[in-house]
């Protein structure tokens, strides 16, 4: 991990005031089981679950396998019947 931080010039925070953001940013790295990890190392727990979608934690090795063995086999399709 590193301390620098990318250009936050055109970055944008949704719901909070940059100013703020810009200060003191967190920037997340990784998220690992209930654990996010920024760009200085530190860990966060996930005690929104990733906004309720990953309640298996992140990163969970049989829903990675799942999603490698899928986006290997078929990554998209559209729903219109083209």
Not at 20 to 40: D, E, I, V
């Amino acid at each position: 991990m590193t301390d620098q931080l990318p250009n936050l010039e055109a970055y944008w925070m949704p719901y909070t005031g940059n100013r703020y953001f810009k200060k003191n940013p967190r920037l997340f790295t990784k998220a690992s089981g209930m654990f996010y990890t920024t760009h200085t190392g530190q860990q966060i727990l996930d005690g929104a679950s990733g906004l309720w979608c990953c309640n298996t934690g992140h990163c969970h090795p049989k829903i990675v396998e799942a999603v490698q063995q899928q986006a290997a086999t078929l990554d998209y399709a559209t729903a219109f019947q083209v």
